[in-house]
C-alpha cells in the first residue's frame, strides 16, 4: 500500500476501518475469482446437457427401430418379476423408485435408454470430474443413470422424487434453454456434497423427463479450493444460507479441524466470533453471485489483520 493511500486509510472513521480491513485481508483471489470460476463450470455443464439432451431426443424418438444395446437383457417377464430380478449393466443401470411389473412402456424405456451409454460416456471424457448423470422420465419415474452403482442397496425401494429439490426444479422449468440447480447436499454414492442439475426434456411437444449430473463440490469445483486460502491470518469456506453446513474448505481445513472442535456445531449465518489456538477471529458471510447457486462465501480473518 502507497504512503498516500495509507493517509487516507487512517483517517477514514472507525467502521470504515473495520470494513476496509476484511476486504483488504480476503482470501487470496476472493469472492470475484470464485464467482467466475463457478460462472465458467456452470456455463460448461449446461453446454453439455444441451448437447446431451439433443442426442437423447433423438433416440427417443427413434425408439421403435433400435435394437438392446445388451442381447442378454431383454425383458421376457414372468409371473411375479420386477426390473430389480433383472441383470445389471456393464456401465450403467437402471432404477425405478417402486417395486413395479414392468409394463411394456417401462421395458421399452430400460431397453432404449441403454443406448445413452455411449452419451454419458462421451461426458465422462470430455468432464473427468462431473459425478453421476441419468436421465428421469416422468410416467413411471424410472432413472437410467451412468456410472452404474448398486442403487437397490444404496438408494433403497421407495423413493418420492417430488422430495428431490433438483427434480421439482426441474419440473417445474418453463424455459427449456435454461439449467437448474440445486443446493449442495450430501451424495449417497459418496462423492461428498453435490450439486445437482438438470434440463427438462419434451418429446413431440410434452414434458418427458429430464436429464441431469451431480457435481462434486470436492472435486468438479476443486479449482476453487486455492481461493479460499492456505494462511491462518486470513482464509474462507463455502456454505450455503440456511445450513449450518460447510460444503467447500480451504487446503489446510484438516489442520483447523483439529483445533476447532466446536466445527460442526458452529452456527455460520450472519456473523460471528470463533477461537483457533486461543487467537480470536472473526467471520462474515457474503453471497456469491451466481444464476445457478445459492452458495455463499464465510470469510475468516484474525484479530488485528
Known amino acids: 500500500m ?3 493511500l495509507k493517509g487516507l486509510f487512517f483517517t477514514v472513521p472507525a467502521l470504515l476501518f473495520s470494513w476496509t480491513v476484511w476486504a483488504a485481508e480476503a482470501p487470496a483471489g476472493g469472492r470475484v475469482e470464485i464467482e467466475a470460476i463457478m460462472a465458467r463450470r456452470f456455463s460448461a455443464v449446461e453446454e453439455m446437457l444441451k448437447r446431451s439432451r439433443t442426442r437423447i431426443v433423438d433416440i427417443l424418438q427413434k425408439a421403435d427401430g433400435l435394437k438392446p444395446v445388451y442381447p442378454y437383457s431383454i425383458y421376457t417377464q414372468k409371473k411375479d418379476e420386477t ?9 450403467s443401470n437402471f432404477f425405478i423408485p417402486v417395486r413395479v411389473p414392468i409394463d411394456p412402456y417401462l421395458k421399452k424405456f430400460i431397453q432404449t435408454s ?12 470430455e468432464q473427468p470430474s462431473i459425478g453421476w448423470q441419468y ?25 418420492d422424487w417430488s422430495r428431490f429439490q433438483f427434480y421439482t426444479l ?3 422449468n418453463k424455459n427449456y434453454e435454461k439449467m437448474t440447480c440445486s443446493d449442495p447436499s450430501l451424495d449417497v454414492g459418496g462423492l461428498g456434497y453435490v450439486i445437482t442439475c438438470a434440463l427438462p426434456i419434451r418429446l413431440r411437444d410434452s ?4 436429464i441431469g449430473v451431480d457435481l462434486s463440490m470436492s472435486s468438479y469445483f476443486s479449482e476453487l479450493r486455492p481461493q479460499l486460502g492456505d494462511s491462518l491470518d486470513a482464509f474462507s469456506y463455502l456454505t450455503f444460507p440456511g445450513k449450518d453446513a460447510i460444503v467447500l474448505k480451504p487446503r489446510f481445513h484438516n489442520f483447523l479441524l483439529k483445533n ?8 455460520i449465518r450472519g456473523a460471528g466470533r470463533l477461537y483457533i489456538l486461543g487467537e480470536g477471529y472473526s467471520f462474515r458471510m457474503i453471497p456469491v ?3 445457478y447457486s445459492r452458495l455463499q462465501l464465510m470469510e475468516v480473518v484474525k484479530d488485528g489483520k
Open 207 to 210: 414434458d418427458y423427463g429430464l
Open 83 to 91: 426390473f430389480s430380478d433383472h441383470l445389471h449393466y456393464a456401465r
Open 170 to 172: 426441474a419440473r417445474n
Open 260 to 267: 476447532v472442535m466446536n466445527m460442526k456445531n458452529l452456527d
Open 289 to 291: 453471485k451466481s444464476d
Open 114 to 125: 441403454e443406448h445413452f451409454e455411449d452419451i454419458f460416456a462421451a461426458n465422462r471424457a
Open 135 to 159: 436421465v428421469i422420465e416422468y410416467r413411471r419415474h424410472g432413472m437410467r443413470f451412468y456410472p452404474w452403482f448398486d442403487a437397490d442397496n444404496i438408494m433403497g425401494s421407495e423413493i
Open 2 to 4: 502507497s504512503n498516500r
